[in-house]
């Protein structure tokens, strides 16, 4: 099946600030031939431990810039996609393509073309919506998570804060992703608010940020309902490595209830890890929670 699909011009992405990584491509993931996901790949192939930065809406791989070389440092490998409809990846141009399982299953085509070994999930937002499913498809792959101001929705209603969200994007079909940036992430500079908008050049690139909040599940019919309460038996019960939990306190819809929530999840889960200052994108202060990863996990 052939997908329409639009790929951000190179050059709306020159000169972003600290962001030094070269690009790496793919298009023959199974299930999503023909289409460009594009990916930050840093550091041996044959590393011990591997990050998998997963980002969620509506950032790109951009979001990692300040953890990745804290990551690579150690000797890792660390990946960190651009989920198609985002980043430098192709953008489908049809709303209704982007599903809660068109996301998903481009992960795991990408975990296993990649053939990623002994990983750290590493997560926020919809990385995590999405990413805390896999440990339960990959068991042996995945060893350690650092999860962030994320949850594990089961199709029940998040709250007022997530409904103001949700109503509020509805109302942007051709959302200022710099702006909201800015607005959500006192410390970004302009150009770093800009380098977040840079994918999106008018609103045909931005179906892929109009729909991510309109899939999760705040009813028990949305499709990924099962898939969620399915990750959550996982990890409560059969989970058996590391978890590392982070929460922007200034989140007002995943700050740290939501993280507390979380914890109470994931066996063997640490102590909350809080950056008073952090909102939701906390990756903003990524290299501190980077180090305070390492260090709980004993710098390996």
């Known amino acids: 099946m052939h997908i329409k699909a639009l790929r951000t011009p190179d050059d709306c992405f020159h000169n972003l600030p ?84 068109f996301h998903r299953n481009m992960l795991k085509a990408l975990v296993e073309k990649l053939d990623l070994q002994n990983v750290t999930l590493v997560c926020q937002d ?56 800015k607005r959500s992430s006192s410390v970004l500079s302009a150009d770093e608010a800009a380098a977040y908008g840079a994918p999106y050049p008018d609103k045909d690139y931005k179906a892929g940020v109009r729909r991510f909040p309109e899939l999760v599940m705040i009813s028990p019919e949305m499709p990924g309902v099962e898939t969620s309460r399915a990750a959550v038996r996982f990890l409560s019960r059969d989970w058996d490595g590391e978890a590392f939990l982070v929460a922007g306190a200034q989140d007002p819809v995943l700050g740290i209830p939501a993280m507390k929530q ?32 390492l260090d709980y996990f004993g710098r390996d």
């Open 18 to 101: 600290d962001y030094p990584f070269q690009p790496h491509y793919l298009d023959d993931l199974r299930g999503y031939e023909g289409l460009r996901v594009h990916y930050v790949d840093e550091g041996p192939h044959n590393a011990d431990h591997t990050f998998l930065c997963l980002h969620g809406q509506p950032s790109w791989s951009y979001l990692y810039r300040k953890m990745i070389p804290v990551f690579a440092a150690t000797g890792a490998r660390v990946v960190a996609p651009d989920l198609l409809g985002f980043g430098k990846s192709d953008k489908p141009v049809e709303d209704e393509l982007y599903t809660y399982d």
């Open 126 to 181: 919809w990385g995590g919506i999405l990413g805390l499913t896999l440990p339960m498809d990959y068991p042996d792959r995945f060893k350690r998570i650092v999860a962030m101001n994320t949850t594990l929705p089961v199709g029940e209603s998040p709250g007022q804060g997530f409904l103001d969200w949700k109503a509020y994007s509805a109302s942007q079909p051709d959302m200022d992703v710099a702006k909201l940036m």
């Open 262 to 293: 979380l914890q109470a999840i994931i066996r063997n889960a640490s102590e909350l890890f809080v950056v008073e200052e952090a909102g939701h994108f906390i990756q903003e202060w990524g290299d501190v929670v980077a180090a305070a990863a």
